[in-house]
Each structure stands twice: as structure tokens, then as C-alpha cells.
């Protein structure tokens, strides 16, 4: 359900671009360095927005490094790392966590089972140092599969889980920015739930699996709908990042924000108006 919230190569700059991804492959280290090869497995970009939306309201020091890996075995990419790198690495451990021990125990997935063995032993000790995410996120995802064994098509019930698991996860610490950053975490993840429910809609109707949007995708104005809720996320989302005092690295904040997350609704647009029409 992630990959959604990344950056718009075209019309970032070129400096801008090296230091996003500097932070992407800063993650990827920290997850490694954390958690071992199974770590860097649940690498996403949308991770890569909240360090670099936390380093820049935190103003956190950031150390630069050097250094070789599989993906580039010859040539040393820059990495960027610092404690909220560290935090997002164990928040993406958290995710796969809790999704692989609910597909073991609502669908009896082997990967599930096999998934929440392999992890169990290195989560009691992120568990221990975030149990205010951890709840919040197995609450969620228990709502969440609730949501869906009823079937419900009213879209809001869903998403809204999704939303408030995103919530917690942006809320790095209790303090005076609280609200707002749970504010942003709360309308993104309504964002991707909605845009992930969108892009699979077909997929999901030919393998009869659970998608909110079905009822909805019988009106004539349906992909108005989509458009108008996930316009309303988005609109929602960048007013309160924008009430934030993000100064370093806004450029790539705002790109993200307003042409980013864009990406994948406007592939999936375009390959539809290019098949044939029958």
C-alpha cells in the first residue's frame, strides 16, 4: 500500500534530487545497520518523506557518509543519517511487523507466519522503546481488517484507519508540534488508502477482493469522486504542513507534497485514456 508519497524528479533540482535520495539511501543504511538484510526488505520512499519532513522541523544534525552497496556495488553513493533516520527505520520495522502477524492470523499466510518469526526477536526491544506506535498501529490494522471482513464500502471507515496509524507514526515526540504533525500523518494516510483502493479497483473487481470504492465505481461521476476526495486529502495535508516552520530542505517538501504523490494517479490516467476502447 506504499510507494505513493515520492518525489517529482522533473521539477526538482539537481542538487535537491542528490540530497533526497541521499536521505533515501541513509535509510536503507540504517535499516541494515538496525535490523539486518530483512530490515532494508520494507525500505519505502514514503519513510524517506517523514525523515526529511522531521530533520527539517527538528533541525537535527545530519551526518554525510560514504559508501558502497548492493544496489551500487562500484560506485559510493552519499548517505545521510541521524536520529530520525533511526526512527523511521524502527517505524518501518513496526509496520512489517504487525502486517505479516495479521496476515498469519486473519488469512493463516505462511509468509505471515514465517515473516513474524524472523522479526519477533528484534521487535521486543523497538516495542519497548515506542509502545505508544506500536499500539496505535496494531489497533489500526485490527480496525482495519475489521473494516474490511464486513465489506463496508463507506470508504471514510477504512481509510480513516490507515489514517490514524500514519498519525502516530508522524508524531515523533509530544511537544507543541503534535497536533499538527498528527494532522498531516492522519490526511496522507487517508491519501494513500484512498489512492491504493483507486489504482486496484480492477484488479479487485476481477479477483472479487475487498475494495471500498466498488458501489462507488458504478456512478457515471466516479472518477470525479476519487479525484474531489483525494484532492480534499492532499489540499487538507499541505495546509498543515505549510503552518509548519520547514525551512531546510522545503523545496523537496513541497515537491513531494504538491506534484509527488501525483505520480502513480497520473501513469495509471494516462495508460488508461491509451487502451483501445472495446
Not at 551500487?72 to 552519499?78: A, T
Not at 458504478?218 to 483525494?230: N, P, V
Request: aromatic content about 12%.
Amino acid at each position: 500500500m506504499f510507494g505513493y508519497v515520492t518525489a517529482y524528479e522533473p521539477e526538482l533540482k539537481v542538487k535537491d534530487f542528490r540530497k533526497y535520495k541521499a536521505y533515501y539511501c541513509g535509510l536503507c543504511r540504517s535499516l541494515k545497520e538496525r535490523h539486518g538484510t530483512l530490515g532494508q526488505l520494507t525500505l519505502t520512499y514514503d519513510m524517506t518523506f517523514l525523515v526529511i519532513l522531521l530533520t527539517s522541523l527538528y533541525e537535527c544534525k545530519t551526518r554525510g557518509s560514504m559508501h558502497l552497496c548492493k544496489v551500487h556495488p562500484v560506485k559510493k553513493q552519499l548517505m545521510l543519517q541521524n536520529e530520525i533516520t533511526e526512527y523511521a527505520a524502527d517505524m518501518n520495522m513496526i509496520l512489517a511487523y504487525y502486517h505479516l502477524k495479521d496476515d498469519w492470523q486473519d488469512e493463516k499466510k505462511v509468509s505471515g507466519f514465517a515473516g513474524t518469526c524472523a522479526l519477533r526477536h528484534k521487535m521486543k526491544k523497538i516495542v519497548r522503546k515506542y509502545p505508544r506506535q506500536c499500539r496505535a498501529i496494531q489497533r489500526e490494522l485490527k480496525n482495519l481488517s475489521r473494516c474490511e471482513k464486513s465489506g463496508t464500502m463507506e470508504i471514510d471507515r477504512p481509510s480513516g484507519c490507515f489514517g490514524r496509524m500514519m498519525a502516530e507514526l508522524f508524531v515523533y515526540k509530544k511537544d507543541g508540534w503534535e497536533d499538527r504533525l498528527r494532522k498531516i500523518g492522519f490526511y496522507l494516510g487517508k491519501f494513500i488508502y484512498i489512492m491504493d483502493a483507486w489504482e486496484d479497483l480492477e484488479k479487485d473487481m476481477r479477483t472479487k477482493s475487498y475494495n471500498p470504492l466498488k458501489e462507488l465505481s458504478q456512478k457515471e461521476d466516479y472518477e470525479e469522486q476519487c479525484r474531489e476526495m483525494l484532492c480534499m486529502m492532499i489540499g487538507n495535508c499541505t495546509a498543515e504542513f505549510e503552518m509548519l516552520p520547514c525551512l531546510l530542505d522545503v523545496d523537496i517538501l513541497r515537491n513531494i507534497l504538491y506534484d509527488g504523490v501525483w505520480n502513480r494517479y497520473k501513469k495509471m490516467k494516462d495508460k488508461k485514456s491509451e487502451e483501445p476502447m472495446l
